[in-house]
Antibody
Framework: QVQLVQSGPEVKKPGASVRVSCTASGYPFISFGISWVRQAPGKGLEWMGWISTYNGNTVYAQNLQGRVTMTTDTSTRAAYMDLRSLSSDDTAVYYC??????????????WGQGTLVTVSS | SYVLTQPPSVSVAPGQTARITCGGNNIGRKSVYWYQQKPGQAPVLVVYDDSDRPSGIPERFSGSNSGNTATLTISGVEAGDEADFYCQVWDTSNDHLVFGGGTRLAVL
């Protein structure tokens, strides 16, 4: 069965960086993209960006351009999301999701369990 | 940027029909996706491409999309349907994926 397993919770200080990982199983990894979505406490869903697992092409949300980097490692079937210059506004649960779009973002048919990132001094 | 507008909350009695709307400029020209999120859980896709259901999603969940409004309809609402629901589209003009603000479904 399709599974996306994310890394554990993180606590970071303002100005620091964080890396969240997402390991996929149960399907051909390079046939689907990976999107990252975050959810601040008590708030709605915010799309952060998408990466093609086939060729590494990325599309980032404009408000995160320059602070976010998404990568994949096809040998380990893992996707990574790096976020820099953290502030308290970045405190959220971060989800990876299998994106049905292999060539561009589309929609999400499977989700990881979420990773809580807390930014606090 | 493209904006999707959802009502903050919808309330319905068990067994009745819930309709959750998602408004956007000419949204009928886009494909709409709907997710259900229960407290403490990751979202689950319940409708894709306006009106199709993934395997495992009950037939009680259906979608439609026309003009400036997309609608998720849940027939025969059950207590277990209580959740937040989000609509989503791809905004081709800005290369951006957009979520609606979410609607909390309360089963009275």
């Amino acid at each position: 069965q399709v599974q996306l397993v994310q890394s554990g919770p993180e606590v970071k200080k303002p100005g620091a960086s964080v890396r969240v990982s997402c390991t996929a199983s149960g399907y051909p990894f390079i046939s689907f993209g990976i999107s990252w979505v975050r959810q601040a406490p008590g708030k709605g869903l915010e799309w952060m960006g998408w990466i093609s697992t086939y060729n590494g092409n990325t599309v980032y949300a404009q408000n995160l351009q320059g602070r976010v980097t998404m990568t994949t490692d096809t040998s380990t079937r893992a996707a990574y999301m790096d976020l820099r210059s953290l502030s308290s506004d970045d405190t959220a649960v971060y989800y990876c999701a299998r994106d049905y779009g292999s060539g561009s973002p589309y929609y999400f048919d499977y989700w990881g369990q979420g990773t809580l990132v807390t930014v606090s001094s | 940027s493209y904006v999707l507008t959802q009502p903050p909350s919808v309330s319905v009695a068990p067994g009745q029909t819930a309709r959750i709307t998602c408004g956007g400029n000419n949204i009928g020209r886009k494909s709409v996706y709907w997710y259900q999120q229960k407290p403490g859980q990751a979202p689950v896709l319940v409708v894709y491409d306006d009106s199709d259901r993934p395997s495992g999603i009950p037939e009680r969940f259906s979608g439609s999309n026309s003009g400036n409004t997309a609608t998720l309809t849940i027939s025969g609402v059950e207590a277990g349907d209580e959740a937040d629901f989000y609509c989503q589209v791809w905004d081709t003009s800005n290369d951006h994926l957009v979520f609606g603000g979410g609607t909390r479904l309360a089963v009275l």
